[in-house]
């Protein structure tokens, strides 16, 4: 399993060079490239990527709409995810139900729901391919069913809104937002999960000194034995 990060920024103004493109990952396997999300950075550069599917976490800007126009290829959601692009022009769209695993091009994703919107609800996506497992979760305050979620996880994707501060607004009795860096690296320890890569990444990391960014997120996850990194736009990994 091969993963580029075809783009590490979150919903925010600020864009650099190495975090420019809305937050996606393409995971390819045998002869197959899924991407996992597509916004409205990627609207118009579809047919340039060549995706086999798409699987979409949520419906915000930074996630969805940059399939706007339709879509080249088959586009997998949740339900709620579908009930909010209802009216896009996507003719070839599949449901995935939580946590109920479902073979995409040869890969198996199995969507865990997790707290952090509620207008938009939003999955983080366990994927097993061959030997490779893997949790993708770009936006969340915390996962429901997490130990379920990481248990034998190779490698954790997540959040980079903040990496101490909290993130977390109280709407009624809901919460909306996103947890800092160093709390997904707590979860991880737990987990017995080796690595961590940090994505969607927000104003603090995008506005400031990257080297210095970088130290502080490898440090947190030596202090909790996880190798700890963070991730650019064009990065590559292979599993």
Known sequence: MKLTFLGTR????????RHRMHTSLMVSYRNADVMIDCGLDWLGKLRLLNPSAIVLTHAHPDHAWGLK???????????????ELRHYP?????????????????????????????????????????????FYVP??????????????VQIYIGDGATLTRSFIRRRGKALIGHSPVQTQLTWCEKAGVPRAIITHCGSEIVTGDERKTSVIIQTMGHDRGIDAQLAYDGMKLTL
């Open 69 to 83: 126009h339709g879509a080249p290829c088959p586009v997998y959601a949740p339900q709620k995810t579908w009930q």
């Open 139 to 152: 936006d969340l305050i915390f996962i429901h069913e997490r130990s379920a979620a990481l248990k034998g």
């Open 90 to 134: 996507i003719e070839d769209r599949h449901v995935i139900e939580e946590r109920t695993p479902a073979k995409i091009c040869g890969i198996i994703f199995e969507a865990f729901p997790v707290e952090h919107s509620i207008l938009s609800p939003a999955v983080g996506y366990r994927l097993s391919g061959g030997r490779a497992r893997i």
């Open 10 to 17: 979150g919903e925010i103004e600020k864009r650099t060079r």
